[in-house]
T-cell receptor
Framework: KQEVTQIPAALSVPEGENLVLNCSFT??????LQWFRQDPGKGLTSLLL?????REQTSGRLNASLDKSSGRSTLYIAASQPGDSATYLC??????????FGKGTRLSVIA | GAGVSQSPSNKVTEKGKDVELRCDPI?????LYWYRQSLGQGLEFLIY????????KSGLPSDRFSAERTGGSVSTLTIQRTQQEDSAVYLC?????????????FGSGTRLTVV
């Protein structure tokens, strides 16, 4: 059974800092990995999708990497801003099973 | 529409009543998923529809929960005889295809409170 772990559970950084969020998964036979953002009381916004054949994806200040063989992904946020404060969720698709989520990292960027 | 639409956005119901939650997926998306997010918990898979195939109901927590998808589009999640532990945010997602290049798009959710 696929399990997804995100470390740290919570993170507080000053504005402008670069930061890395970590995600690990137990079954490396994944189809893809997706990073989401969730603001309090809101739904999920997709940030980046990495297919199993890819090593990384970039969107603006965000860069996600995937090391499938070791079961790890990182989300790098450059020059963090207070508007980046949210919970970041990592999720993977394996075989025919639906998306399996980690419990998220709650990020606070302090002005 | 442009995104996944869920209604109502909030629902307060009395314990023991039945509730129906609605999801309108993105037009043309063949796969539709329901998840539940309880306070302080992660996202829990409930049920999944793919095209005309039989739904994957493996995540439904009890037989009080059921869902249908009509005409391969709109889906309704029904909870019968609601209990306080059913209070959660219910999220719906759709996906164009099951291929590796296709991601999930989520709606804003329905916040269900059972009093």
């Amino acid at each position: 059974k696929q399990e997804v772990t995100q470390i740290p559970a919570a993170l507080s950084v000053p504005e402008g800092e670069n930061l890395v969020l970590n995600c690990s998964f137990t079954d490396s036979a994944i189809y893809n990995l997706q990073w989401f953002r969730q603001d309090p009381g809101k739904g999920l916004t997709s940030l980046l999708l990495i297919q199993s054949s890819q090593r990384e994806q970039t969107s603006g200040r965000l860069n996600a990497s995937l090391d499938k063989s070791s079961g790890r992904s990182t989300l790098y946020i450059a020059a963090s801003q207070p508007g980046d404060s949210a919970t970041y969720l990592c999720a993977v698709v394996s075989g025919n099973t639906p998306l399996v989520f980690g419990k998220g990292t709650r990020l606070s960027v302090i002005a | 529409g442009a995104g996944v639409s869920q209604s109502p956005s909030n629902k307060v119901t009395e314990k023991g009543k039945d509730v129906e939650l609605r999801c309108d997926p993105i037009s043309g998306h063949t796969a539709l998923y329901w998840y539940r997010q309880s306070l302080g918990q992660g996202l829990e898979f409930l049920i999944y529809f793919q095209g005309n195939s039989a739904p994957d109901k493996s995540g439904l927590p009890s037989d009080r929960f059921s869902a249908e998808r009509t005409g391969g589009s709109v889906s309704t999640l029904t909870i019968q005889r609601t209990q306080q532990e059913d209070s959660a945010v219910y999220l719906c997602a759709s996906r164009l295809s099951r291929g590796a290049g296709y991601g999930y798009t989520f709606g804003s959710g329905t916040r269900l409170t059972v009093v």
